[in-house]
C-alpha cells in the first residue's frame, strides 16, 4: 500500500501543480491496484471536472492487461456503459483498434476528452482552459488575467469545494484539506471552505492527538541519539524532536513548536509511529 | 522539619533566577519542578496562547520573540524617558510602551500591555511555586535581591512585583552584600571583598567593606551589556559561519528554528566546557536543504581554546571594568582581602585565570557561582523570621542611594548618605544667593554624583514668603526624615519667620494603586480557577480509581470466565488499554484526558460486572 499512497501523493502534486496529465495517470495507475481507493476516484471526478454532487464511480477502470473480458456470449466484452468517462463532451471515442483485447482507458478518447472544456459561443476552444488542465504552459507571457478568464477560477472553486466535502465525508480529511487550501488561495473569503476549514483540522488535530495519549505525558526518544540523523526528517520535525529531552510534555511541546497545532501534532504522531519517540 | 512558616531568598536576575532557603540551619537551594536550580527570567505568550515562563520560555524565545519578555529586570522601576529605557528599546525585540504620564515602561504582550512588576511577579510566582512544591506548603515570605546600585523606584517596584506574586517581601538587600553573607565573612575580621559577578546579560563588581556585622557597599561598576549571553553569540557566529562555508551559504540565522537550536546548543557547549576540553556541536536536520533535497545537519567540535580565542575580548572587558572601578574607589588590588566570583559565567576558566592575575590572588570557591546570591538572601530571610540569640545579623534596611538637594552651580549637595540606617532624620541650614530674595526651589535628587542633573530627581517644591534681606543672612532648614517604610519627607524652613513648606516622596514602582488593586483581583481570580480545576481533577481521579478498583476486584472473576468460553478477549484488551489510559492521565494529572476515559471505564465496568456475571451463572462452577 506504500506505493498506492506515493501515487496518491504524485498525482496530488501534479494536479495542484497544474500538471493534469501527470496526475491522471497516478490516479489512474492507483485504481489499477486498488480498485476502490476513495481518494484516487475522488481526485478523477475532480479532473473530469465532475459536478456537484457527482458520485465517482463512473470513473474508466482498467481490466487486466490482455485479458478479454468475455460477454454473455463469450465474445470479448466491450467497454460496460457504466465504465465509461464523466464527460460529455466530446462524446466517447470509438473503441481503438483491437479494443476487444484491451480495457478501455480515457486515453483512448485523446487527451482532451479527459476534460471538460467551455466553448466559446463561436465554438471555440476556451484556451485559457485548456492552459490550466495541460501540462503545456502558455507560449505567450502572462500579461495579467482578463477578465473573462477569472470565471473558470470560481467554476473550478465549486469543483474543488464539492470534491472536499466528498472528501471529507469519504474520511479523507487531508485530501479534503488540500482542497480547502487552494481554495482559499484563490478565495480567502470563501465561507465554506473557512467551514470545512476547521473542521477537518479539529478533526486531524483529534484523530492526531489521540495517537500521542494524554498529553500531558513525557515523550521520550525510543531511539538512540546517534541514531536520529539516520533518519529522514525534514527540519520543523528535527526541530520539534530536539525539544524531547524528557522534561517536556505534549501540552508544553505545542506551545513550543511555533507551529501550526495540526502540523504539530501530525509531526509528533509520525515520530511515534516511526518508533523515534515514545510516551 | 519545624513548624516555622518557611522563608525563602530569591535572587532575581536578569537573565536566571534562583531561590533557596535555610532548612535544618542549612542554606540550600531549592530545585524548581523540572529539577534545574536555574530558572530562566523569561515570560512567553506561546503561539498556542499558553503561558510559559522560565525554561519553557526561554525554549521558544527566537522563534516566538515578539511574544516573549525576557530581561526584564533592566526596565523595572525605570522612567520611560529614561537613557536606559532609551538603550533597551534599541535591543529588546519586544515592544515597549510608556506607563500613563511617562512614568514607567509597559511591555506589550500577545495584545496586553503589562507593567514591568507584573512580569516580574509572573517569574517570582514560578519560584513560589516551586518553593511550595518543594515545602509541600504555602510560602509566603521571601528576601529578594537587587543590584547594589538599583534606586529606591527599582527597589519599590521589585518589592511591588513580590506583592502581585504573593509573597511578602520582607526585605530587599544587594545582590554583592547576599553573595558576601553566604561566605559568612560577616563572622570573620574586617576585610575588603570585592564581588565580580558576570552573568548571563550584565557584568557587576562591587567593592564592599565588612565588618562584623557591617556590610557597606563601597563603589559599584560593571557593565549592563556585557554577559554568557554575548559568549553565546560568538559561539552562534563561529558556527554559522563555517556552516555556511560548508553548505554553499545557507545562513542559520536567517531560519527562527534553526537559530533557536543554535543558540541552545551554543550555550550548552560553552558551559561544558568549563569541565571539559573539547565538546561536540551536534544539531541534525537543523535546517531545510532545499527543494527536494534533504534536511542539514551540523556537526561541529568546538574546543577549549577554541572559544577562549572567541572570546578573549569580551574577558579582557571584564577586567577593564574592574581596573577602573578599583581605581575609581582608590583601591589596589593588592588590598583586596577576598574575591568572590558569582555568576554562571565565572565558571570559566579563561575568566578564573584573569581574576587571579589581576587580583593577585585565587578566588573564593566552595559556593557555586551561580547559587551563592540566593543562598546569602535566604540566610537574611532566615534570620528575620526566625531570629536566633547571637546571631541577630544581619543586615539593617538601609538607603541605597545619597539623598539630597540641588544647590547653587547645579551641585548635588547629600542630607543623607548612602547606607545610613532607617528610619532616620537630617538637618542641614542653607541660605539664600540672591538680595530680597524671597522664595527659594528645594529640588529632591539621590544619586552618588556631584552634579545634579545626573542624579534622580524625585520632587520639588517652591518655598516662599521668605523675608526679604541682604544674600546669605536668611537661614533656611532643610530636614529629610525617612520613615521605616521608606518614605522620605522633605521639608523647608525660614528659621526667623517660621515659614514651611514640605513634600513626601514615595518611592513609586510606575503602578497606580487602583492598577495595583485590580493587578492583586486579578490574581485572586486565577488562583480561584486553579483551585476549582485542582479540585475537580481530584474529584474525578477519587472517582474513577473507585471504578478501577472495582473492575480489579472482578479481575479474577472475569478471568475464570473468560477460561470457559473464546468470546469476550478482545473486549478485554479494549478494557485494559482503557484502564493503561486512565492511569497515563492519574499520573500526568491531566484533567482532560482523565474526562474523555471516564465514559469508556464506565463501560468497561460494566463488562467486567458482566462477564463476571456470566461467570457465575448456573452453568458455572
Not at chain 2, 483581583?521 to 475537580?536: G, H, I, S, W
Request: charged share 25%; with cysteine.
Amino acid at each position: 500500500m506504500g506505493e498506492v499512497a506515493e501515487l496518491i501523493d504524485r498525482g496530488i502534486k501534479a494536479y495542484v501543480s497544474g500538471r493534469v496529465g501527470e496526475a491522471l495517470r497516478s490516479f489512474q495507475e492507483v485504481l489499477e491496484r486498488d480498485p476502490e481507493n476513495p481518494r484516487a476516484r475522488s481526485y478523477l471526478l475532480l479532473i473530469h471536472g465532475g459536478a456537484a454532487g457527482m458520485v465517482p464511480d463512473p470513473i474508466p477502470l482498467p481490466a487486466p492487461a490482455a485479458v478479454p473480458l468475455p460477454g454473455p456470449g463469450g465474445e470479448s466484452a466491450a467497454p460496460q456503459p457504466t465504465l465509461s468517462p464523466p464527460v460529455s463532451n466530446p462524446p466517447a471515442a470509438p473503441s481503438s483498434p483491437g479494443g476487444d483485447q484491451f480495457a478501455p482507458s480515457p486515453w483512448d478518447e485523446g487527451p482532451a476528452a479527459a476534460a471538460t472544456f467551455v466553448l466559446e459561443p463561436d465554438g471555440g476552444l476556451d484556451l485559457q482552459a485548456v492552459a490550466e488542465k495541460s501540462d503545456l504552459r502558455p507560449l505567450v507571457p502572462d500579461g495579467g488575467t482578463p477578465p473573462a478568464a477569472q470565471a473558470p477560477a470560481r467554476k473550478e472553486v465549486d469543483v474543488w469545494m464539492q470534491a472536499a466535502k466528498e472528501l471529507f465525508a469519504l474520511g479523507d480529511f487531508t485530501g479534503s484539506l488540500e482542497l480547502i487550501e487552494k481554495i482559499l488561495q484563490v478565495d480567502p473569503d470563501h465561507g465554506s471552505a473557512r467551514d470545512y476549514l476547521r473542521q477537518n483540522e479539529a478533526t486531524l488535530i483529534a484523530m492526531y492527538e489521540s495517537k500521542l495519549g494524554p498529553l500531558a505525558s513525557v515523550p521520550r526518544l525510543a531511539i538512540k541519539p546517534e541514531e536520529v540523523m539516520w533518519l529522514n526528517l525534514d527540519h520543523r520535525a528535527g526541530f520539534l524532536l530536539a525539544q524531547i529531552d524528557g522534561t517536556v510534555d505534549y501540552e508544553a511541546l505545542f506551545a513550543l513548536s511555533g507551529l501550526p497545532r495540526l502540523d504539530t501534532a501530525r509531526i509528533l504522531a509520525n515520530l511515534i509511529a516511526d518508533g523515534v519517540i515514545t510516551s | 522539619m519545624n513548624d516555622l512558616e518557611p522563608a525563602i531568598g530569591i535572587d532575581l536576575g536578569t537573565t536566571n533566577s534562583v531561590v533557596a532557603t535555610v532548612r535544618d540551619g542549612i542554606p540550600r537551594v531549592i530545585p524548581n519542578r523540572s529539577g534545574q536550580t536555574l530558572t530562566p527570567s523569561i515570560v512567553a505568550v506561546a503561539k498556542n496562547g499558553k503561558k510559559l515562563v522560565g525554561a519553557l520560555a526561554k525554549r521558544q524565545a527566537i522563534t516566538n520573540a515578539e511574544n516573549t519578555v525576557f530581561a526584564a529586570k533592566r526596565l523595572i522601576g525605570r522612567r520611560w524617558a529614561s537613557k536606559e529605557v532609551d538603550d533597551a528599546r534599541h535591543v529588546l525585540p519586544y515592544p515597549l510602551v510608556s506607563g500613563p504620564d511617562g512614568n514607567d515602561v509597559r511591555v506589550e504582550l500577545a495584545g496586553r500591555v503589562f507593567a514591568i512588576p507584573e512580569i516580574s511577579a509572573m517569574v517570582l510566582a514560578e519560584l513560589k511555586a516551586d518553593a511550595e512544591a518543594w515545602f509541600g506548603r504555602p510560602v509566603n515570605k521571601a528576601v529578594v535581591t537587587v543590584p547594589a546600585y538599583f534606586n529606591d523606584g527599582q527597589r519599590h517596584a521589585t518589592k511591588d512585583a513580590g506583592r502581585i506574586a504573593g509573597l511578602e517581601v520582607l526585605r530587599i538587600i544587594n545582590e554583592p552584600t547576599s553573595a558576601a553573607l553566604a561566605y559568612g565573612f560577616g563572622k570573620q575580621m574586617e576585610r575588603k571583598v570585592v564581588v565580580f559577578d558576570l552573568g548571563g546579560g550584565t557584568f557587576d563588581i562591587s567593592i564592599l567593606d565588612i565588618g562584623k556585622s557591617v556590610y557597606d557597599v563601597v563603589a559599584v561598576g560593571g557593565d549592563t551589556y556585557l554577559g554568557g549571553e554575548d559568549f553565546d553569540r560568538r559561539v552562534i557566529d563561529w558556527l554559522t559561519f563555517s556552516f555556511a562555508k560548508d553548505n554553499g551559504g545557507v545562513d542559520l540565522r536567517e531560519d527562527k528554528m534553526a537559530l533557536q537550536r543554535l543558540k541552545d546548543g551554543s550555550e550548552r557547549a560553552k558551559i561544558e566546557l568549563s569541565g571539559l576540553t573539547s565538546t561536540a556541536i551536534h544539531l541534525p536536520f537543523l535546517v531545510g536543504g532545499g527543494e527536494g533535497k534533504p534536511a542539514l545537519h551540523l556537526d561541529r567540535q568546538l574546543t577549549r581554546e577554541k572559544l577562549e580565542e572567541l572570546t578573549r575580548d569580551l574577558v579582557d572587558r571584564c577586567i577593564a571594568v574592574a581596573e577602573r572601578t578599583l581605581k575609581d574607589a582608590g583601591v589596589r588590588p593588592a588590598q583586596v582581602g577576598e574575591v568572590i566570583l558569582v555568576g554562571g559565567m565565572t565558571r570559566m576558566p579563561r575568566v578564573q585565570k584573569a581574576v587571579k592575575d589581576f587580583f593577585g590572588r585565587e578566588p573564593c570557591r566552595g559556593v557555586h557561582p551561580e547559587e551563592v546570591v540566593a543562598l546569602g538572601a535566604a540566610i537574611q530571610a532566615h534570620a528575620l523570621t526566625a531570629p536566633q540569640p547571637g546571631l541577630e545579623v544581619l543586615l539593617l534596611d538601609v538607603t541605597p542611594q545619597n539623598l539630597g538637594i540641588m544647590v547653587v552651580g547645579g551641585y548635588f549637595q547629600t542630607i543623607i548618605p548612602r547606607n545610613t540606617t532607617v528610619p532616620t532624620s537630617e538637618t542641614h541650614l542653607f541660605t539664600t544667593v540672591q538680595d530680597n530674595q524671597t522664595s527659594v526651589r528645594i529640588a529632591v535628587l539621590q544619586g552618588a554624583s556631584e552634579r545634579a542633573v545626573d542624579n534622580e530627581l524625585l520632587g520639588e517644591f517652591v518655598l516662599d514668603g521668605i523675608r526679604p534681606a541682604r544674600r546669605g543672612e536668611v537661614e533656611i532648614e532643610v530636614t529629610f526624615d525617612i520613615s521605616a517604610d521608606g518614605i522620605v519627607g522633605v521639608s523647608a524652613r525660614d528659621v526667623v519667620t517660621g515659614q514651611q513648606q514640605s513634600i513626601t516622596v514615595t518611592a513609586t514602582s510606575g503602578l497606580t494603586e487602583e492598577e495595583m488593586k485590580r493587578i492583586l483581583d486579578e490574581r485572586v481570580d486565577e488562583l480561584l480557577e486553579k483551585k476549582q480545576t485542582t479540585q475537580e481533577f481530584d474529584l474525578r481521579r477519587e472517582r474513577m480509581s473507585a471504578t478501577m478498583a472495582e473492575i480489579e476486584g472482578l479481575r479474577p472473576a472475569v478471568s475464570e470466565a473468560l477460561e470457559r468460553t473464546r468470546f469476550g478477549k478482545d473486549a478485554v484488551q479494549k478494557a485494559e488499554a482503557v484502564l493503561s489510559r486512565v492511569r497515563q492521565a492519574i499520573e500526568a494529572r491531566d484533567t482532560s484526558a482523565l474526562g474523555e476515559q471516564e465514559e469508556s471505564l464506565e463501560r468497561t465496568l460494566q463488562l467486567f460486572k458482566g462477564l463476571a456475571g456470566a461467570g457465575r451463572g448456573p452453568g458455572a462452577r
